[in-house]
């Protein structure tokens, strides 16, 4: 599961929402001015109104919470010691068998889902300070789940500003690790 998208579906939704209501003001608006409707129906329908603004936003905040919560489990469950993660290019490692930085990238994207034969890959050049063994990895589990408590944080922001040039560039997408990203 991917849940970056499932927190920005969340996003959207609630936007959405919020958007709706906005309309129902501005058309309780119009009643009101136009003597359609009485001072006193127009208070009691907003007061719904914030009343179902509210709850949409307690809604929303749960369900990114919850998207949260499930995220580092599945980051847990990820980064979890298993043998029948041990790959056999393990024993390359354990060689100490010199690389050149092309076959450690290499190795790196073979494993980019293994989170065991990464940190042995970490592990190994690491111990090879003098190569340049850098590699494009994926991040770790106090990356990972740093990075996406921050979009949790962010999104719970846009949540409750929702119409502001933060929401904007929050949408767009462009700021958002590629560790978010990630599917479980």
């Known amino acids: 599961m991917n849940y970056g998208k499932a927190v920005m579906t969340a996003v959207e939704a609630h936007i959405a929402s919020m958007e709706g209501i906005d309309v129902q003001e501005r058309e309780l608006d119009k009643e009101l001015k136009e003597e359609r409707i009485t001072g006193r129906v127009a208070m009691e329908r907003r007061k719904v109104l914030e009343d179902r603004r509210a709850a949409l936003h307690l809604e929303a905040i749960e369900k990114i919470n919850d998207l949260h919560r499930q995220h580092d489990e599945a980051v847990d469950k990820w980064n979890a010691l298993d043998g ?27 494993h980019r889902d293994n989170s065991l034969m990464l940190s042995l890959l970490a592990a190994y050049a690491d111990r090879h300070p003098d190569e340049p063994l850098f590699a494009d990895r994926p991040a770790d589990e106090k990356i990972r789940k740093a990075e996406f408590a921050d979009y ?33």
């Open 84 to 110: 029948s993660k041990l790959h056999a290019d393990a024993e390359i490692l354990k060689m100490d068998f010199p690389m050149n930085q092309t076959q450690y990238q290499q190795l790196v994207d073979k």
């Open 152 to 184: 949790c944080e962010r999104a719970a922001g846009v949540c409750i500003n929702w119409n502001s040039l933060a929401a904007a560039m929050f949408l767009d997408g462009k700021s958002i690790p590629p560790s978010v990203g990630y599917d479980y």
